[in-house]
């Protein structure tokens, strides 16, 4: 008689190198019980070849495998992915026939929009949060349903949710849809999810209700957004409440009215009223700054607010940066102009001038005008994050040769400001080329290069930043952290090696030829 084949077996590789065999079809929860008790009742989820899974979900092939527990980084944004998915079923069991749109994790928690007639209420906020407690403890095993987007689009009208139907039909053809259930709750998401809404924990808490528009465009409908915070453990929670508490108390907005600094208002948003003691405090850090520029052997200079379009066309910009340029029009001369949002162009144009560029390397032409920049109002913050501002925009035209050396001087004069207006914990990130940019890869590659060498020499560690760099080449990213722990990205050393050459800068070098700065 002949033996039975053997089952079909996948080999596990976990992160040690230990190889696991099973039957094909094993779960993450399965892998982590052979590995043991202890870590089967910790585990989150599983990270798969990389890629987040459910502890339910089979494994069909070889794999690398490694289990996600609480302690591990990407634990809280799982735990905040299902608090969303806790928030989205407490309001519908609370207030039945709200629809439900979208509800992602986001930084320090979650949020969710819904869509419902009547306006919901600060006193609404602790009776969905005893509900969403309620589901947790609970403990709502979930589950997935996998098939076509006709299927889905027809659920999901039938029930009501017609966002989410519309949400489908914007899927790229062919695209499996999963919809995962809570019980008899279901939502239209990509996953993973937790084994039970239990795992969650108790560390979240609801903290506010905004206005928001359907997909961010305000011609869409008006819906309703619930935010969250979500933490690993009620000290977690704590501590984060702590922070904010502190970060209320030494609001800047709030700071700024009481000691008659600055104030800020409606007929001028994202832009700053300073008053006598403000403004003096300004100029005192202008004055600091100018000494500090001056030893260094920086050169001042100022350029128009209004240039033509023309300029910013052919620096990139206008293809680039259109949506955030305040524009002007000119009637009587049919022109476009845009009020300037950084220097660049107009400090090469001043380069342009020199008779003799290459005699004065490196030059540096720093920049104390004004810029303009429209950013959303929902992304403004105090006079953190405005619509007008005045920023140290120096520009140091060099040959390629001087860009290690310049870095060097640059980092040095960069961490002596930090140190003297009292930032010790500064952090440092190399942000490379981003989807939308000017230039060939060529040149990107070079530039990135350059910086990451001119970095690496002036002793500085960094961590990347993929497809963060300006559009115009790499830059480092040099973030501050305050003194309740929030962090604030700052300063930029950027890498242009586009710009100058698109409007026609140049300097002759020692092979006669000419180069572009």
């Known amino acids: 008689m002949s033996s039975p084949a053997s089952a079909p077996q996948v080999n596990i590789t976990l992160p040690d190198g230990k190889v696991l065999t099973f039957a094909r079809g094993v779960t993450g929860a399965e892998v982590a019980a052979a590995i043991g008790p202890g870590l089967a009742k910790a585990a989150l989820a599983v990270a798969v070849d990389g890629m987040e899974w459910d502890l339910f979900r089979p494994i069909e092939q070889d794999a690398k495998l490694r289990v996600i527990t609480r302690k591990d980084a990407e634990a809280l944004e799982l735990i905040r992915h299902d608090a969303a998915h806790v928030l989205a079923m407490a309001v519908q069991e609370l207030f039945p026939g709200t629809q439900v749109t979208i509800g992602p994790a986001i930084e320090d928690g979650f949020y969710y929009d819904f869509a419902r007639k009547e306006p919901f209420t600060p006193d609404d906020l602790p009776k969905i949060e005893a509900k969403m407690r309620e589901i947790v403890a609970r403990t709502c095993p979930p589950g997935a349903w996998c098939g076509r987007a006709d299927e889905a689009i027809r659920h999901f009208e039938e029930i009501g949710e017609h966002y989410k139907a519309e949400l489908i039909r914007d899927l790229p053809g062919g ?18 999810h937790f084994a039970s809404t239990g795992r969650i924990g108790q560390g979240f808490k609801l903290t506010k209700i905004a206005g928001a528009y359907w997909r961010g465009d305000a011609k869409n409908a008006q819906l309703q957004r619930i935010y969250g915070t979500a933490w690993r453990d009620e000290k977690e929670l704590e501590a984060y409440l702590k922070r904010i508490e502190e970060a209320e108390k030494r609001d800047h907005r709030k700071l700024g009215r009481e000691m008659d600094l600055f104030h800020m208002q409606e007929e001028a948003v994202g832009q700053v009223f300073w008053h006598p003691k403000g403004y003096a405090l300004y100029h005192t850090l202008e004055d600091y700054i100018r000494r500090k520029l001056g030893k260094s052997g920086y050169q001042e200079v100022k350029t128009p607010l209004l240039i033509d379009r023309k300029l ?59 810029c303009h920049r429209y950013e959303p109002s929902g992304a403004l913050h105090g006079i953190m994050r405005v619509r007008a501002f005045t920023q140290d925009d120096a520009h140091i035209f060099c040959t390629h040769e001087q860009i290690t050396g310049e870095t060097i001087a640059f980092c040095k004069l960069l961490m ?102």
């Open 175 to 192: 695209e499996e849809i999963t919809v995962y259930y809570h019980g008899d709750w279901h939502d239209l998401c990509r996953g993973p």
């Open 312 to 370: 910013w066309e052919l620096s990139g910009h206008w293809e680039n940066y259109r949506a955030s340029m305040f524009v002007a029009e000119v009637e009587d001369e049919a022109k476009t102009l845009a009020v300037k949002p950084m220097n660049c162009p107009g400090h090469v144009q001043i380069f342009k001038q020199a008779p003799n560029p290459i005699a004065s390397f490196p030059c540096a032409s720093p920049s104390s005008a004004p």
């Open 416 to 517: 002596e400001v930090y140190r003297d207006l009292g930032f010790e914990d500064v952090r440092v990130k190399l942000a490379t080329r981003p989807d939308n940019r000017i230039g060939g890869d060529v040149i990107w590659d070079l530039a990135e290069r350059s910086l990451e060498a001119a970095t690496k020499a002036a002793g500085l560690e960094y961590h990347l930043n993929p497809g963060e760099g300006a559009f115009y080449g790499p830059k480092l990213e040099f973030v501050l952290r305050d003194s309740i722990g929030r962090d604030w990205q700052c300063g930029t050393l950027q890498v242009d090696f586009n710009t100058a050459e698109r409007l026609g800068a140049s300097y002759i070098a020692e092979d006669g030829a000419k180069h572009a700065p």
